[in-house]
């Protein structure tokens, strides 16, 4: 199932091999974006089924704040991806859950292929060990 997917990550690299991952899965990445502003605009711009939202973002610690507004305001799927995951660790409503990174493709898959699945009401037989869910 391909998806529209937002990169919300303010190191390049990182973003870079996140999108190529992604288009190797068969998903359109729809941007990329380094802060909340440009993230906000794009899912303004864009429709978006997914977010991958790191939580330090080039313009400080926006992104816990940004993927509780682009899940319970704007109807995003949020996972975040963080190095930080103990900064998310009482969960943000609105969202699924964090993967730590440093993380490999195919945890990546999994823990996308997984909140797609819950973004369309699939049943879900498992949670990919990686990925930590919120409530």
Do not use: C, W
């Not at 990169?7 to 359109?28: Q, S």
């Not at 502003?37 to 997914?50: F, G, I, K, M, Y």
């Amino acid at each position: 199932m391909s998806a529209r997917i937002l990169v919300i990550e303010d190191e390049a690299l990182v973003a870079m091999e996140l999108r190529f991952v992604l288009e190797d899965l068969g998903h359109e990445v729809v941007g990329t974006a380094a802060d909340a502003r440009t993230a906000r605009r794009l899912v303004e711009d864009t429709e978006v089924d997914l977010a991958l939202v790191d939580i330090h973002l080039s313009d400080g610690p926006t992104g816990i704040e940004l993927g509780r507004e682009l899940g319970q305001e704007l109807g995003v799927t949020v996972l975040f991806m963080t190095a930080n995951p103990g900064m998310v660790r009482n969960g943000v409503a609105g969202t699924i859950g964090v993967l730590s990174k440093p993380t490999d493709e195919r945890a990546v898959q999994t823990a996308v292929d997984y909140a797609l699945g819950r973004r369309a009401g699939r049943p879900v037989e498992y949670t990919p060990p990686e990925l930590r869910l919120f409530g």
